[in-house]
Antibody
Framework: QVKLVQSGAALVKPGASVKLSCKASGYTFPVYWVNWVKQSHGQSLEWIGEIYPNSGATKFNEKFKGKATLTVDKSTSTGYMELSRLTSEDSAIYYC????????????WGQGVMVTVSS | DIVLTQSPALAASLGQRATISCRASQSVSTSSYNFMHWYQQKPGQQPKLLIYDASNLASSIPARFSGSGSGTDFTLTINPVQADDIATYYCQQTRELPRTFGGGTKLELK
């Protein structure tokens, strides 16, 4: 069955960077876009961006350009998102998702990872 | 960006119908496609796809969930409401980038 398993919670200092991982299994990883979504505490969902593993092509929400970098490792079926120059505004839960093959919606979600930015 | 507006909360009785609405700031439909989707999120869990393309039931989702609408106005209906349906429901548009979500509607028991 399809699974997206994300790395554990992170506590990071302001100004630092953090790299989150999302390991996929149960499907052909290279041909599905991997998306990332932010959920600030008690708030709604924000789309960050997506990456196509086969080519490495990316698309971003303008708001997160310069903040998020998306990469993949096809050999391990893992997607990564690095967040840089962290501030308290970046404290949130981050989800990776799979975009459906023939539709523009997210059919599977990772369990989410909480990132806390604090000194 | 396309803004999606949802009521923050809705109270419903078990066994009754609940209707959750989502209004877009501009059309998210074409002549042949509705780029609107619905997700359910329970506390402490990740969101789960319920409805895609406005009216298609996602895999393994019970038939008491249904979706309708086009253009700027969309509806998620739960009939009948069960205790397990207590959650927050989000609409999402993918007509244009950036993909955006509504603020969520928290379904509560009356």
């Amino acid at each position: 069955q399809v699974k997206l398993v994300q790395s554990g919670a992170a506590l990071v200092k302001p100004g630092a960077s953090v790299k989150l991982s999302c390991k996929a299994s149960g499907y052909t990883f290279p041909v599905y876009w991997v998306n990332w979504v932010k959920q600030s505490h008690g708030q709604s969902l924000e789309w960050i961006g997506e990456i196509y593993p086969n080519s490495g092509a990316t698309k971003f929400n303008e708001k997160f350009k310069g903040k998020a970098t998306l990469t993949v490792d096809k050999s391990t079926s893992t997607g990564y998102m690095e967040l840089s120059r962290l501030t308290s505004e970046d404290s949130a839960i981050y989800y990776c998702t799979r975009r459906a093959y023939s539709g523009d919606y997210f059919d599977y979600w990772g369990q989410g990872v909480m990132v806390t930015v604090s000194s | 960006d396309i803004v999606l507006t949802q009521s923050p909360a809705l109270a419903a009785s078990l066994g009754q119908r609940a209707t959750i609405s989502c209004r877009a700031s501009q059309s998210v439909s074409t002549s042949s496609y509705n780029f609107m989707h619905w997700y359910q999120q329970k506390p402490g869990q990740q969101p789960k796809l319920l409805i895609y393309d406005a009216s298609n039931l996602a895999s393994s989702i019970p038939a008491r969930f249904s979706g309708s609408g086009s253009g700027t106005d969309f509806t998620l209906t739960i009939n009948p409401v069960q205790a397990d349906d207590i959650a927050t429901y989000y609409c999402q548009q993918t007509r244009e980038l950036p993909r955006t979500f509504g603020g969520g509607t928290k379904l509560e028991l009356k």
